[in-house]
């Protein structure tokens, strides 16, 4: 009995364990570049967060990125933003779906882009 109590707790740890999240933090070590990559991972948030900082060793110019990932009822959200080593910054946000079947549906190009897709690609038409 008390072999299946001891089995009982150890299975019952490594589940608690999952839960929490996960952080890690890569190096970067080049002989042009310094830096950084943290990722923080929740899977049961749904929620991944990355943080990267690296430098130029030239000029000790500075880039950065930030991304986060959320879990929604029917896909996701992500959104970031990136200094570039000149300080120009950019930044995105996107919401992806999931099919009835729980697949990733995949994302329709614009209007615009498939208009330039069939210009430049006469022999391959797609998006009609």
């Not at 009982?8 to 929490?20: E, F, K, Q, R």
């Not at 690296?54 to 000029?59: E, F």
């Not at 929604?72 to 996107?94: D, L, Q």
Request: a positive charge; proline letters at 5%; glycine letters at 8%.
């Amino acid at each position: 009995m008390l072999k299946f109590m001891i089995l009982g707790v150890a299975l019952c740890a490594p589940a608690t364990a999952l839960a929490d999240p996960v952080t890690r933090t890569v190096t970067i070590d080049t002989p042009r570049l310094d830096g950084t990559r943290t990722t923080t991972r929740d899977r049961e948030a749904g929620t991944v967060v990355r943080d990267t900082t690296v430098t130029r060793n030239a000029d000790g110019a500075v880039a950065t990125r930030h991304y986060e990932r959320q879990r929604t009822e029917t896909g996701y959200t992500a959104s970031g933003t990136a200094t570039g080593f000149n300080g120009a910054t950019r930044s995105f946000e996107v919401t992806g779906t999931r099919a009835t079947d729980g697949s990733p549906r995949r994302r329709l190009h614009s209007p615009a882009r498939r208009r330039w897709w069939n210009a430049t690609h006469p022999h391959r038409r797609r998006g009609r």
